[in-house]
């Protein structure tokens, strides 16, 4: 299993929130950049940018960061928050970005979906973000009726091979990932699952790895070092 170090931006710094919710954010650091650089040296393959400011808004608002983050580490970097049109897709592939991350577009635009699945085709990863089993948009700040586990199954059949699912109430507040229902989508859809939201110890990491899913990504939990990360990519790789 992969262990994928999360990088949140919001207002050009480095940041976690509590359950999604912008009024509660910590702030970890000023340079996104240099953290980037700091989990690849310490043995990430793989690092998630997030545009927080761009989830919210549906711009690109931190894309010169996300641009240096992929110049400066010798890790693969996927990106998500904001990228809603065709042309977003096509131009961070173009930027080096290793893959790209779409949520609310993928709910909102079929048109947008359908196309994405075209160009990226296993580069894309689509963000399903629930809250309580429904799936929230706009940088979970837009509640739906849409059941997430049907919404993957419907993803799969129109080709999507990769998602990141997020239980919200979780995120960022290390009370353990949503076990169950991770256990639940390996075993009833055909896509690779990255788990991400309220992974706290090794022992989640473990856990997670029993579940079947591809990846974990893991935020809160490394800044505040309650995990260090060559623990956890040791962990992952038992």
């Known amino acids: 299993m992969e262990i994928i170090p999360a990088i949140d931006i919001l207002g050009g710094r480095c940041v976690r929130l509590a359950q999604g919710d912008y009024s509660r954010e910590t702030v970890f650091g000023e340079d996104p950049i240099a ?4 989990w ?24 010169a960061v996300v641009s240096q983050i992929v110049d400066s580490v010798n890790c693969a970097v996927q990106t998500s928050g904001g990228i809603r049109s065709i042309e977003m897709v096509r131009g961070m592939l173009d930027e080096g970005v290793n893959r790209v991350v779409i949520g609310t577009g993928a709910v909102k ?14 580069r894309l990863i689509v963000s399903v973000d629930a809250r309580e089993g429904k799936v929230s948009l706009q940088g979970w ?13 419907r993803l799969a059949s129109q080709g999507v091979q990769r998602i990141v699912y997020t239980d919200i109430l979780r995120d960022g507040v ?20 990255i788990a991400a939201g309220g992974v706290g110890t090794v022992e989640d990491i473990q856990r997670l790895t029993d579940c079947g899913v591809e990846g ?23």
Not at 110 to 122: C, G, V, Y
């Open 40 to 63: 690849a040296s310490l043995g990430a393959d793989r690092i998630h940018v997030v545009d927080l400011d761009g989830a919210k808004t549906g711009e690109r608002t931190n894309a």
């Open 174 to 193: 290390t009370d353990g990932p949503n076990f169950q229902m991770y256990e639940r989508l390996t075993s009833a859809t055909s896509v690779k699952v």
């Open 109 to 122: 635009d079929p048109e947008f979906l359908r196309e994405s699945i075209a160009i990226a085709h296993d």
């Open 141 to 153: 700040t837009e509640a739906t009726d849409i059941d997430a586990l049907s919404f993957i199954e």
């Open 216 to 238: 974990a990504i893991v935020g809160r939990a490394l800044y505040t070092g309650d995990i260090k990360l060559p623990e956890a990519l040791s962990a992952a790789a038992v």
């Open 35 to 38: 953290m980037a650089v700091r």
